[in-house]
């Protein structure tokens, strides 16, 4: 039995020997998740929550109060003003590309003291178009707070001296909730699980074929259990290098926290990449030719990518492709990653998850070994 494990350790060495001699496999299976890393971290991995818009401020009073106001506006982190524009009909071009969320325009009453009041009024007016209706309606939301919120800048309060009688307060509770690069980067970690167990053994296993060297192998004493465990051991050491050069990129570049235990989640990370090689064992072991593996592996791969909450949540697809996309084999993968680094879960939290990827484990590897062919 000995010998037998020796023979398996042997060929897992070499396995990983060749893969991190390959440049191209080095580049498919480590550098290339992680510009979708960048790409996504990019898009959502900024951690400045605060909101800014894109104006033109015209001013068209007199009053002394509406030239401070414009000045406290231009000054302001909030607002981001163009200083080249001056009039409406001057700002209407740059709104209708959505070069400009809106344009603030302090009409010529604005800040003046009316007859019968004692202190200035006015109406300040925000235009947009419909294409930045959303922005629009939140800067009037915004820009009705300063006047009114004490928490904000609260100009009528000081102005009359009357505080509303109708407040709200916003309180944060002291719980972490996902943020959307924590959401999209576990998904990302189930992308690159699946170049790495499908996409590996299904570009491999032809070329072996074809050149006649798992043919010569099928001559020795080697068992094919004996070469899918070698294949196993060595994609798990590949795969948990290429994971934590993400890790290490994403908590460096984009501040990624991640709240579970590293060696459960190294644990289940391993166990990850087993269950989803076995699929590119069973396909690249069956195929006879490139021909065969490449429209059957993207078959597979595909569904999984878009209904597994790789990219997007699950929760937005309706109910009935909720339960199907549940039960495909990256599905638990993606939810267990996301639940141990975001929410801090163990494995004794993760009982559906383990159970359905431990019965993949089952079917998939009882085919592979009842489907591969040496030649």
Do not use: C
Request: no cysteine; proline share 5%; net charge positive.
């Amino acid at each position: 039995m000995k010998k037998k494990l020796y023979t398996v350790l042997i060929f897992s060495k070499l396995n990983t020997r060749r893969f991190f001699r390959d440049r191209l496999s080095i580049f498919f299976g480590i550098l290339f998740p992680l510009i979708f890393l960048f790409v996504f971290g990019g898009i959502f991995g900024s951690q400045d929550n605060s909101i800014s818009f894109s104006v033109a401020l015209v001013n068209d009073s007199p009053s002394a109060f509406a030239k401070d106001y414009a000045d406290a506006i231009k000054k302001s982190e909030v607002f981001k003003v163009d200083p080249d524009i001056k009039t409406l009909d001057g700002a209407r071009e740059k709104m209708g590309r959505s070069q400009l969320d809106a344009t603030l325009v302090l009409p010529k009453d604005f800040g003046v003291v009316k007859q019968g009041q004692t202190y200035p009024s006015g109406t300040l007016m925000v235009y947009y178009t419909n294409n930045n209706a959303t922005a629009g309606q939140q800067l009037a939301t915004q820009l009705n707070g300063s006047f009114n919120d004490p928490k904000q800048d609260g100009i009528n309060i000081k102005l009359t001296g009357i505080t509303p009688p109708f407040t709200a307060e916003g309180k944060e509770l002291n719980q972490k909730s996902l943020s959307p690069f924590d959401y999209t980067f576990a998904g990302l970690l189930g992308f690159s699980i699946i170049g790495l167990g499908i996409f590996g053994p299904v570009n491999v296993f032809p070329e072996l074929k074809k050149q006649g060297i798992l043919r010569r192998l099928h001559t020795t004493s080697l068992k094919t259990w004996q070469y899918f465990l070698a294949t196993m051991l060595s994609q798990a050491v590949i795969g948990l290098v290429s994971l934590a050069v993400m890790f290490a990129v994403a908590i460096a570049v984009f501040d990624l926290r991640v709240l579970g235990n590293w060696l459960e989640l190294t644990a289940f990370l391993t166990l990850s990449i087993f269950a989803i090689l076995g699929i590119g064992l069973a396909i690249g072991g069956w195929a006879k030719n490139e021909r065969q593996a490449a429209p059957l592996s993207n078959i597979v791969v595909f569904p999984m990518m878009f209904l597994s909450g790789t990219f997007f949540p699950r929760f937005l697809m309706p109910e009935w492709l909720q339960n199907v996309s549940a039960f495909l084999p990256l599905t638990p993968v993606v939810d267990g990653i996301r639940l141990i680094a975001t929410e801090g879960k163990h494995f004794v939290d993760l009982g559906p998850q383990l159970g359905l990827i431990a019965l993949w484990i089952v079917v998939i590897y009882a085919i592979a070994f009842k489907v591969f062919r040496w030649e």
